[in-house]
Nanobody, 124 residues
Framework: QVQLAESGGGLVQAGDSLRLSCAAS????????MGWFRQAPGKEREFVAA????????RYADSVKGRFTISNDNARNTVYLQMNSLKPEDTAVYYC?????????????????WGQGTQVTVSS
């Protein structure tokens, strides 16, 4: 199983940008679908974005479409989530996840590898 570690979270103001990173190690992630999820206090974990590591089949939650972008750097074995025009409702712990499915999925139970999470707080 691939190991994942997120970084890049922090406290920002509404309208600011952040880029989260997810470093993959262990088994090669090239066959994985990589996803980003988030969980706010008292709420269930929700899908944010996903893409095949090899590219394509990219999906976004409606709430972040047009503001967030998922991408990866094969040389660095890292997946990114660029977050622009942040809103207070984007405040959550953000998790990187890997799935062995062939196509992207928005279901967290179909991801077998998870990072420890990174906190993103957006003040108004």
């Amino acid at each position: 199983q691939v190991q994942l570690a997120e970084s890049g979270g922090g406290l920002v103001q509404a309208g600011d940008s952040l880029r989260l990173s997810c470093a993959a190690s262990g088994r090669t992630a090239s066959n994985y679908v990589m996803g980003w999820f988030r969980q706010a206090p008292g709420k269930e974990r929700e899908f944010v974005a996903a893409s095949r590591w090899s590219g394509g089949n990219t999906r976004y939650a409606d709430s972040v479409k047009g503001r967030f972008t998922i991408s990866n750097d094969n040389a660095r074995n890292t997946v990114y989530l660029q977050m622009n025009s942040l809103k207070p409702e984007d405040t959550a712990v953000y998790y990187c996840a890997g799935s062995r499915r062939v196509v992207t999925t928005i279901r967290p139970d179909e991801y077998g590898a998870w990072g420890q999470g990174t906190q993103v707080t957006v003040s108004s």
